[in-house]
């Protein structure tokens, strides 16, 4: 149990050497991909370098930004919105 | 005597001593004075006679369609008035459900009813043998007799020991039932003109013209819906089953409904076979509508007693269904589902009545958070609730099921009719339970200021009483054939009957 | 045969520890109870036969036990997965859950097995009558109406289920589970697989599950996300490989699970909804229907299963240390809970699809089997589920109930965990590393035999860079995606808001028209009755009675004029009686 809390701490004291490692393995991944061939295309752009780390953020940042959207516009309710 | 008819070598007239015995005990009654002792007599004199209706189960010839254990004795031949009894496959079941429900109903009223006791007794007994003596009889002035001769003691009964609008209730009873029975002594008149005998196997034997059946089918729809009772003609039962004690109630769902869909059988279906082959897609209208009427007034019931007699009207709503669909198999699973009713209906009722012993009040809101008090009650409520709705394992699902396949075989929106009737009466049975074993702990409900409630689970009686009946959930629920095997052969011919008849 | 039947069945040893917990009193015992029986039919496993025979029951052909390649997957897994969680409820002293549990599981291994359609209804109303009581053990207002909306839905899709099977039963006479071609399905086939979708939480069927799976107990919810759906995923796997409208429908299910999953508070409901997106999965290799879709639906169950147990599990030991399960209302656990953390953390990355879990060994055969069959619209779909996956549980659930500062200053109350909660996750993260580092293990189960090799290099790159770049994503969009306390409205809109209309009309207008109907007789019957009754009365007394008392007092009147006549004198007599005499005499000679 200490050794986990002691090893979160330690690494939240040391925000940045964290953003730095995260930033580290991402270009890892980037030339791990560039690399190899890509594979047979399923989807449209499929055979592009880097397609995939692109379709990641991409869809990360509209899918959370649509579903965000969505559910403010149209979808939100109070708590207690079926006692009444 | 007609081949239709058997005479069986049981030793003694069964259907007679049936009959005779709870009379004989009411009459024995009169006689005694102090209450413990009456209601003693009264437990000896109906366990008497369930143990002597045991032969006819036994004994009961399944392979063959007519009447057996038939006796025959000339009283008045001028007036066409004699005495024969017999049952065949659908009486027999009926007979057996009224002797078994009659002891729970007097085991049910020991505390119950401390007032008169000896005059309810007398009322009980009866009772039961008039309500025995309709389904034994076979000659139509004695069924007559005994039809009209069952509403004065049930009369008596919720007038004298019923709840606060008892009299209301009684009254409207009586009008109801007795409005219909002149219709329905009209027809047995016309009957007896037309074919000139009063004896119910001769007149089964004798085809009768389109016009006469037409109007003994209306006649005797209107008698029997109203007993059963159909949409619209229902509304008695609510003000009757509340009003009533409960042995009054057990009785009045467990059996008296059950001779409106006997009469529709046998005088409907067996008299007037064309006219019931026209008519039968009215009559199936109406079923549907008590099906899905009856669970939709009984989810807005705050009244336990409410909610199960409507729940009866939509239990009657699927027996109806079953008997003009006019197929073999919705027959027999109609006789089936009224056997299931009885059984959990009267079960439901005693817990009813139980619960009221201790509450004095028949309300959901006064009636929750039990399942900590009460653990044995609240399972064995649960089993009865799960009956009622049909759900699989027991009685109920078998008969609800059989229905339902019958409805889609003639045509498959009948079906879809008839299902949410389940769907709905799940919901009011299950809405109950919820209420009944939880308590509602959330911020907008304020219970009542009440001190802390210290009630008694149930006794070694009452668990005796329902563990009877849960017997008979399960075993009917997991082997059916123990109904189903005596009413095959009668209900076949009577379809054979009925899709035979020519216009 | 029935001998057989009952050593052989697993389903057997669960009903028998059901009914042990009802008589045992002793704890101790109890829980030697819940361990053994899952042990005693993961033995049963080994020594099954491949049926038990037919038995006839009202005139039906029953088989109650027929195994193959498919349904032995899922008594696997089923098995293990009561295992864990029978460990992970060891410490519940309320024998009525355990009870529960029992019988829920008893049911969902007795669907698996049957071979006609009868066993299989009774099986499966087994499951939704004690999965309910798994909800209505909890003892708050909302798991109350939770579970009766949850009972009711499912009694819906039961009935439909035996409408579908009536009608089969009536078209074809035949009941056995076997599989249904496309083209020559028709009604009874599709009420039978809006059944099987019900209870698979397919949308617009799909409510029911984000409703209740958060009301329910602690233990009873690691129950219930395991056993209802996959049972439901066999069931579809059993008779309807192949149905392209199932492969297009999955896929919308993966994504639409997501979406809900990324905007919720409640940590349970978003499980809950990444149950649906899951299952989507598994739907669509099933819709897809070729060797590889079917073994991919297979294996992602099989995986599923263990890690969402293991997410369930985490978050439940959140719920019982802290008693809260809601977003907003938690953060900064890993001081207390840092056990918690590692397990939800392995089975967030489980989810994902990481490499080295099992996760990724199996999700990826769905993906393939969709790339295979040249499906783009189901792979995109597919594909960015994935995303919002690793977005909604993988990071954003840890972090707001982990790392994130809470809202409110004052820490936490925490209580200790049993150290059996431990034990069970830590044995389901065990397997969930195990599948995933020796997949061969779980391929060997599958029914189909399909070639497929996870652990290719352009494959683990391409996970790798989805995933990382999501977790760019996330990074950049931290505050954006800050829970707030709000309910989001779903399809289940519907059916609540009808309802309560439905209650409302119940109760006022419907009771108000029946008494109506019922008064009718006293307001018209009666009362025109009654009117005649008194007009008859009034001819009575007016007309006939006066009538008859006026000819009385007529005839009283003659009387006493006749008495008059007594006036003693004789000579009056005589000449009355010589008239009378004269006035017979002529009468007589007259006539």
Known sequence: MNIFVRLIERAQQRGSLLKKLFGVCLGGIVCVGLTLPPEAGHLPGDHLPLFWSCFGLLGCLGLAGVCKWIAGMFLERDTDYYDH | ?503 | MTTELLVSHPSIPFVVGALLMWFVRTVRLRQAVLVAVPLVALMQLSHLPDTAGTFTYLGLALQPLRVDSLSFLFLHVFCIMALIGFVYSLHVLNPGTHGAALLYVAGSLGVTLSGDYVTLFVFWELMAVASTFLIWLQPTRTARDAGLRYFLVHSAGGLALLCGIILRYLETGDLAVVQVVPATAGLADYLIMAGFMLNAAVPPLHAWLADAYPEATITGAVFLCAFTTKTAVYALCRVFPGFDVLAVWGACMALYGVCYAIVENNSRRILSYHIISQVGYMVCGIGIGTDLGVSGACAHAYAHIIYKALLFMGVGCVLEMTGRQKLTELGGLYRSMPWALVFTVIGGISISGFPLTSGFVSKSMVTAAAAEAHCSGILLLLMLASVGTFLSVGIKLPYCIWFREPVEKAPLQTRQAPWNMYLAMAIAGFFCFFIGCSPDWLYRLLPRHAAYHPYTASHVSETLQLLGFTGLGFYLLARKLAPHDTLQLDLDWVYRRAAAVLQHWCRARAQQYDEKLGELYATRGLHHFMGVARRCATYDIERIDRFVDGIAQQVAGCGERIRNFHNGKIQHYIGAAMMLLFLVLGIIVYF
Request: proline share 5%.
């Open chain 2, 1 to 503: 005597m007609t081949p239709s008819l058997l005479l069986q070598g049981i030793g003694y007239p069964v259907l007679s001593v049936l009959v005779c015995l709870p009379l004989a005990g009411a009459g024995l009654a009169l006689f005694v004075r102090s209450a413990p002792a009456v209601r003693w007599l009264a437990v000896a004199v109906t366990l008497l006679t369930l143990g002597a209706s045991l032969p006819l189960y036994s004994s009961f010839d399944r392979t063959l369609p007519g009447f057996q254990f038939v006796e025959h004795r000339a009283w008045l031949p001028a007036a066409q008035f004699d005495y024969i009894v017999g049952v065949d496959g659908i009486s027999v079941v009926l007979v057996l459900l009224t002797t078994l429900l009659m002891p729970l109903c007097v085991l049910c009223s020991w505390r119950e009813v401390q007032e008169r006791v000896q005059e309810f007794v007398v009322v009980l007994l009866l009772l039961e043998a008039a309500l025995i003596g309709v389904f034994v009889s076979l000659n139509i002035v004695l069924f007559y007799l005994f039809w009209e001769g069952m509403l004065i003691p049930l009369y008596l009964l919720i007038a004298l020991w019923g709840g606060p609008a008892r009299n209301y209730a009684s009254v409207k009873f009586f009008l109801y039932t007795f409005a219909g029975s002149i219709f329905l002594l009209f027809a047995l008149l016309m009957l007896y003109v037309a074919a000139g005998s009063c004896s119910m196997p001769e007149l089964l034997q004798q085809p009768l013209s389109y016009e006469l059946q037409m109007l003994v089918f209306i006649c005797c729809t209107v008698a029997f819906a109203v007993k059963t009772p159909l949409y619209p003609l229902h509304t008695w039962l609510p003000a009757a089953h509340v009003e009533a004690p409960t042995a009054g109630s057990v009785i009045l769902a467990g059996i008296l409904l059950k001779m409106g869909g006997y009469g529709f059988l046998r005088f409907c279906l067996g008299f007037a076979p064309a006219a019931t082959r026209e008519a039968a897609p009215v009559m199936m209208v109406c079923a549907l509508a008590a099906i899905l009427i009856g669970g939709l007034l009984a989810l807005g019931q705050q009244d336990l007693k409410r909610l199960v007699a409507y729940s009866s009207v939509a239990h009657m709503g699927f027996v109806v269904l079953g008997i003009f669909l006019l197929s073999s198999r919705g027959m027999q699973a109609s006789v089936l589902q009224m056997i299931n009713h009885g059984i959990s209906t009267g079960a439901l009722f005693i817990c009813i009545g139980m619960l009221y012993e201790r509450t004095h009040s028949r309300l959901l809101a006064d009636n929750s958070a039990l399942g900590a008090l009460m653990p044995r009650f609240v399972t064995l409520l649960t089993l009865c609730a799960f009956s009622s709705f049909g759900f699989p394992g027991t009685n109920g699902f078998i008969g609800e099921f059989l229905i339902i396949v019958a409805a889609f075989e003639k045509k498959w929106i009948l079906g879809a009719g008839a299902v949410p009737g389940v769907l709905i009466a799940a919901a009011y049975m299950l809405r109950a339970l919820q209420k009944i074993i939880w308590a509602d702990r959330s911020p907008h409900h304020h219970p009542r200021e009440t001190p802390p409630r210290m009630f008694s689970d149930i006794g070694l009686r009452e668990v005796g009483i329902l563990l009877v009946l849960v017997f008979f959930i399960i075993l009917i629920g997991l082997q059916p054939s123990v109904v189903l095997d005596l009413t095959r052969a009668s209900v076949e011919s009577l379809a054979n009957r009925v899709a035979g008849a020519g216009r």
